[in-house]
């Protein structure tokens, strides 16, 4: 896409094709562990599936991707021989896999390929009981139009250094954070969104008439908003930081490409010099126009350190209290003068930068000035919220009940089933890594209490946002237990 841009600008067909390509055939490979032979394979797949068992077997239609190819196949024997000198034992043996999937791009191939293969793999396992084959987490996709290739592992996500969300979780939890775990490594997406459901169904959330799903539709509207306000925070850095780069780069780049001209202009004799001039002309008055944009770019930074002047936003960028975010958008009129600086420098930001960001630093400054409006926003989000879960309890009944295992939206339903249940854990994990140590008089709340509190806190919070003010709203503590969500001095 980037490549695409910036070749100039594009129309509505051109995009189209960029941003949803046409379907055609990729080449994937993938290495099946605990088997030496997968017999029957082209009746179970294409013409075009083989099995390769050593790396030195010819591949077809593999074209200038034969090399990476085969270093798949050295890697899986490098595994091979290392878990055998590993464990002693005899290793059950591996193949590599090829075969043709039709998809829009190489993503879209390996994903696609690695759930075909596995499906596939279905009918050996069941054949074949007492043996465990299974897919190594590497994949390759090869495009034969452009010859173009990508190697991929699952996991494709890493992080760097991990910490637990809290050291604080009650026993009782346990087999919510099992669950969740199982259903995040799980590959297969309708399997994995069910999954999600058992995760949520083991802190005592239930579906139905008599189920629970609205009150922890609201708990996760609250969660929401306060990560939406944070997140809205980095996203503004970033953007600027964004826009300061990218205008600096081109700056250079338009400069250098004027001193280029002007030297070749000097060195050019006749007509050709004058052509040389002309275009060096043009290229200077770019370039001078790339000066600007890096000036406002750079004005766009010194607005945002005015801004985290008052949010008190150090060098790590972090945001520990959203609350005085939030006071930028929307200030009384009795603000002191940072605040009045800090709000005026936030307008100025948003008209220097674009797209999203800009867009919903607008949203959000309208809501904020209209108690009302946020307190429909609330309200709407727990209603969107409620409507999922009773979607991801459907669907746990069509995975785990009815066996079906793909859908025209399995995809789609497994990252909401996700992010529902990493909300859930997240406001969760924050109230016990806060809450008092329990005692006999004040036993510790079970998970479905805390969902059961923060539900009528919503409620509580939306009522007094229709009142029209905002004035004690505690969004920095919005979901803990040492708040009320509106008790900010």
Not at 21 to 31: E, L, Q, T
Not at 285 to 302: F, N, P, V, Y
Request: neutral net charge; contains cysteine.
């Amino acid at each position: 896409m980037r490549t695409v841009l910036s070749r100039g600008s594009l129309d509505v067909g051109r995009l189209l094709k960029v941003l949803l390509p046409a379907v055609r055939d990729f080449r994937v490979a993938v290495v099946v562990e605990g088997t030496s032979r997968l017999e029957s394979l082209a009746r179970l797949m294409d013409s075009a599936a083989a099995v390769r068992n050593s790396p030195g077997e010819p591949a077809v239609g593999w074209g200038h991707a034969t090399a990476d190819l085969k270093a798949l196949a050295e890697l899986a024997d490098a595994a091979s021989a290392a878990r055998r000198a590993w464990s002693g034992d005899q290793a059950g043996g591996h193949v590599l896999l090829t075969f043709t999937v039709r998809a829009r791009d190489l993503g879209g191939a390996a994903l696609l390929g690695r759930r075909r293969a596995s499906e596939m793999l279905d009918q050996y396992v069941a054949g074949q009981r007492v043996a465990e084959i299974r897919l190594r987490p590497e994949t390759l996709a090869h495009d034969p139009d452009s010859g173009r290739v990508l190697r991929a592992a699952v996991p494709v996500l890493g992080s760097g250094p991990v910490r637990p969300l809290t050291i604080g979780w009650p026993p009782a939890l346990r087999e919510s954070l099992r669950t969740a775990h199982i259903a995040r490594v799980t590959e297969a997406p309708t399997t994995a969104a069910g999954l999600c459901w058992a995760a949520l169904e083991a802190l005592d959330v239930k579906s139905g008439k008599k189920g629970n799903t609205g009150e922890l539709a609201r708990a996760l509207s609250l969660q929401a908003v306060r990560q939406q306000v944070i997140d809205l925070h980095q996203r503004t850095r970033t953007a600027v930081a964004a826009e300061v780069s990218a205008a600096r780069t081109a700056h250079q780049a338009a400069q250098r490409a004027a001193d280029r001209l002007e030297a070749a202009a000097k060195a050019a004799e006749g007509a050709r010099a004058a052509l040389l001039g002309e275009k060096a002309t043009t290229a200077r008055d770019i370039a001078l126009g790339q000066r600007a944009a890096l000036e406002r770019a750079s004005e766009a930074e010194a607005y945002r350190a005015v801004v985290d002047a008052w949010t008190g936003v150090g060098d790590d960028g972090l945001l520990r209290d959203p609350d005085r975010w939030l006071d930028a958008f929307a200030p009384p009129a009795d603000a002191d003068p940072a605040l009045r600086a800090a709000a005026d420098a936030l307008v100025a930001l948003t008209d220097r930068l674009g797209g999203e960001t800009a867009a919903r630093l607008r949203t959000w400054r309208a809501l904020l000035a209209d108690p009302c409006s946020l307190a429909t926003w609330l309200k709407g989000t727990a209603g969107r919220f409620e409507t999922s879960l009773d979607w991801l309890y459907a669907i746990r009944n069509t995975a785990l009940h009815d066996g079906r295992f793909a859908s025209a939206t399995d995809l789609l339903d497994v990252h909401a089933g996700r992010a529902l249940v990493d909300l859930t854990l997240e406001f969760l994990g924050n109230w016990y890594q806060h809450a008092p140590t329990p005692t006999l008089e004040q036993p510790e709340r079970t998970a479905v209490a805390v969902i059961a509190h923060l539900a009528v806190r919503q409620q509580k919070v939306v009522e007094e946002l229709e009142g029209g003010t905002r004035a004690g709203w505690n969004v920095s503590r919005l979901t803990s237990p040492t708040s009320t969500g509106w008790d900010r001095a």
